[in-house]
């Protein structure tokens, strides 16, 4: 797109999107730092990352100052106002994911002083989807690509039906053996965070979507399995193993 | 600022090395420039001010020089005569009637009068200089009193008479009583008897009514002014109600209503060229239109206005098409845009905003047409009337052409009367500019 | 069309279209200033026109009250409509129409007269007052309708031109209303006032939405964001995009429209 007549305000647009990628990208890392010091059970790193989340505070509330400068002193229009407030969403959505990576971090802590739980690969899987998703949509922002957004904001579907899967499995470790509840609660909580990343994630799209088009991605949201109204009986599931 | 940047930059000197002086405006040279600037702005205010004070010194020298000579025109030598109403003269057979009082020897009562009071004056010579100490006037003067009083006839009554003008300049000082006899109009014995009367008292300066309530005359101290005061007046009257309301009507038509065609163009063209033809060139139009043509009345103040109108129309067309052009759009597109008409938009709102510049225009043309005087000769206003025109078709002259011909005339008197006459035409250009200011300002204030 | 008038206002489409405007032509001279303009303005809605400068707005809006007819070289083809008469007609009058859509100028210019013969300037042209007090009653409803009665009740002979700019331009929506227009066409109405001026005029702009059909060129697009239903953008003569303000200001579809809101254009 052209460039505007008042070059200062391009500076400003391109000053709020650069904020922005660097914010996407520390989020990014935090994700990936997270999940690390959860599956080596490394609490050294974990707690790195739990001071880490700092950062990405403080860049979302540069993102928030320059929003506010903007509007009160360009007035965007059209493409331009849907670009700041997109930002501001986008800003807001990372800056939950990072405490969703920071609590995730929190309770690997907490995991690497109890037994090592035997679970699947699920969670792992469930990680590295969420963070292929965050990746996807921040080189979705970078590039402005629509196709790409709305194939991450698709995505979540994957991510809730493992979250589903992995809810009935800790359930099941839990029935299994009391000792397991306090770890698998714990996992519980990191699937719950990781199946929340991925709804920011798609939040982001959705954010990406409106910047870019000019519309609301108005088809509702895929749901792929809910944990949340999920039953697991006792009986039932040994019955299924 | 670096030691190495002052070095480098060749128009700063040490003494405003200071936190600015790499600024361009603060160098030497920029300090020359600017001293050269306000030079030329001095000089030129020195020339513009010499330019006025040329112009305000001749305009002072003129009016001293008017003022000076025309102010002793308005009062009048008089002498105090006993004169003796001798039925002899005024009524040689017994009649007392109008008719036999005006045709009586009423020089001959004068001189006898004077000859009363001077007996050395009895020789023929004698005779007729000192009949020529008072003014053709005063047997006008002495015939109008009897025949107002028919009983004054066969009585003698002291009379201040009008001296002659030869009289009246040598008591104003006009003329020198220094020089060598056969250089003087008047005499040595006609000195003694004048002196002899200003010793006795018997001769004084009067305020001269006659100047500015009579009309022209071939005796300098019996003119007045009033006849061209009222033959310019006419005259303005019947230019004013033509050219008037023609030109407006013609400048509101062209401004507001004209099609902008080639036809337009070309009157537009053509009223900006009648504006500039010399005035003499209406004058004979009028001959042409106005005497031969319509075979109106010689010398009239009627023709004469008819003529100085088709002269003025142009220049108050073109005044008040500039007016009607000042008036700001907006005002028009308000008043169109609540459905006016055309011409309620032009006589609502239009010319009353326009009626300040048009009428500027009109009494600057006006007082042009006053000073007018070529056109006025071609229509025969230059007569001599030495009667008061009673209304716009009588023969009649106006200022300018008075002032022309009394300047025209030999005689000493007229000079001080040719000023007076000029004083009155300023007055009367005042009187009007100031009628324009009080107008402006009237209409203005509706605004 | 059906319309129950105790529902709620129908959307701008649906409304009863007030004007409008078909394969509309200007030509000034030489220079073709408006192309095949087509569009509909409904009745009691705000329609705003926006456009770089010399982009035609203007021209098309003294289009709509036949404004152009002053200018000898400008000629309009093409059908302008007002509640399907032919504005354009050979048996339309001028002034009768002219009192139907009234006009609000850039630079408020109210006459050099009293603030009661301004506004009763129009009524008396129009000969719309039987008696003094029937005019009286006129001048007063329409200086309440342009929010000035109570700032100028008080003195209504001292002249308009003494009110500030801001009164002076409600003043002449006093004057336009007071003639009983069906739609007010305003030509920058807010240019030459001040931001607290201009609040008082657009405050009064919503409130006339309630009874006049209103057509407002502004250069000024908060302004039309801020007080216009629908908003229209022009640009070389061509009406480029017409759509619900809040479409145009948040997604226009025109490439151009977007260039010229976002400060891209040129």
Sequence with gaps: MASHIVKSYDEQLRKLNDTLVRMGGVVESQISAAMQALTRRDPDLALATVAGDARVDELERQVDEQVVTLLALRQPMASDLRLVVGSLRIASDLERMADYAKNVAKRSVALSQMTPVSIAATLPRMGRVAQEMVKDVLDAYVARDVDKAVAVWNRDEELDALHASLFRELVTHMMEDARNITPATHLLFIAKNLERIGDHATNVAEAIHFQVVGRMLSDARPKGGEASVAVVVPGATAGDA | ?447 | MTTNPATEPAPASARRAKLTASGVDVFYGPKHAIKKVSIDIAEREVVAFIGPSGCGKSTFLRCLNRMNDTIAACRVTGDIRLDRDDIYAPDVDVVQLRARVGMVFQKPNPFPKSIYDNVAYGPRIHGLAGSKSELDGIVEHALKGAALWKEVADRLDSPGTGLSGGQQQRLCIARAIAVSPEVILMDEPCSALDPIATAHVEELIDELRARYTIVIVTHNMQQAARVSQRTAFFHLGELVEENDTSVIFTNPRDERTQGYITGRYG
């Design chain 2, 1 to 447: 600022m670096t030691d190495a940047s002052l070095a480098a930059s060749p128009h700063t000197s040490p003494a405003n090395a200071s936190a600015n002086a790499n600024s361009v405006h603060m160098t030497d040279a920029a300090r020359a420039r600017l001293r050269r600037r306000y030079a030329a702005d001095r000089r030129f205010r020195r020339v513009g001010l010499a330019a006025v004070l040329f112009g305000v010194s001749a305009l002072g020298f003129l009016l001293f020089t008017i003022l000076s000579n025309g102010f002793t025109a308005f009062r009048q030598t008089e002498l105090r005569l006993d004169i003796v109403f001798s039925r002899d003269i005024i009524a040689t057979d017994g009649k007392t009637d109008s008719r036999a009082i005006r045709a009586a020897d009423w020089a001959r009562l004068v001189r006898e009068s004077l000859q009363a009071k001077f007996p050395d004056a009895r020789d023929r010579r004698g005779s007729r200089l000192v009949e020529a100490l008072v003014s053709p006037g005063a047997q006008g003067q002495l015939m109008d009193m009897v025949l107002a009083d028919p009983s004054l006839i066969g009585q003698t009554r002291t009379v201040w008479v009008l001296a002659a003008s030869d009289i009246d300049m040598i008591v104003k000082g006009h003329a020198d009583r220094g020089v060598a006899e056969e250089a003087r109009r008047v005499n040595d014995r006609q000195l003694a008897w004048m002196d002899a009367l200003q010793k006795d008292g018997a001769l004084r300066l009067a305020f001269n009514t006659r100047f500015l309530t009579g009309a022209d005359s071939r005796y300098p101290e019996l003119v007045g002014i009033w006849g061209g005061i009222l033959g310019s007046l006419y005259t303005l009257a019947i230019t004013l109600a033509l050219a008037f309301p023609l030109g407006v009507m013609a400048a509101i038509y062209l401004e507001e209503f004209a099609p902008k065609n080639r036809f337009t163009d070309l009157i537009e063209v053509n009223i900006n060229n009648l504006a500039a033809v010399p005035s003499i060139v209406f004058g004979l139009l009028g001959l042409a239109v106005f005497l031969n043509a319509f075979g109106m009345p010689r010398s009239a103040p009627l023709v004469g206005g008819c003529v100085l109108a088709l002269m003025s129309l142009p220049i108050i067309i073109i005044a008040a098409r500039a007016a009607l052009r000042a008036v700001p759009p907006s005002i028009r597109e308000a008043a169109l845009g609540l459905g006016a008409s055309r011409l309620q938009m032009v006589l609502h709102h239009v010319l009353p905003l326009a009626m300040p510049g048009i009428l500027t225009g009109t009494i600057l043309s006006m007082a042009h047409a006053l000073g007018e005087t070529a056109p006025l000769l071609m229509i025969g206003m230059v007569a001599f009337i030495v009667d008061i025109p009673s209304g716009p078709l009588d023969a009649a002259t106006v200022l300018p052409v008075q002032i022309f011909m009394w300047a025209d005339s030999p005689e000493r008197g007229f000079v001080e009367k040719t000023s007076a006459a000029i004083l009155v035409l300023l007055i009367f250009l005042l009187g009007m500019n100031a009628v324009a200011i009080w107008l402006r300002k009237r209409f203005e204030r509706r605004w």
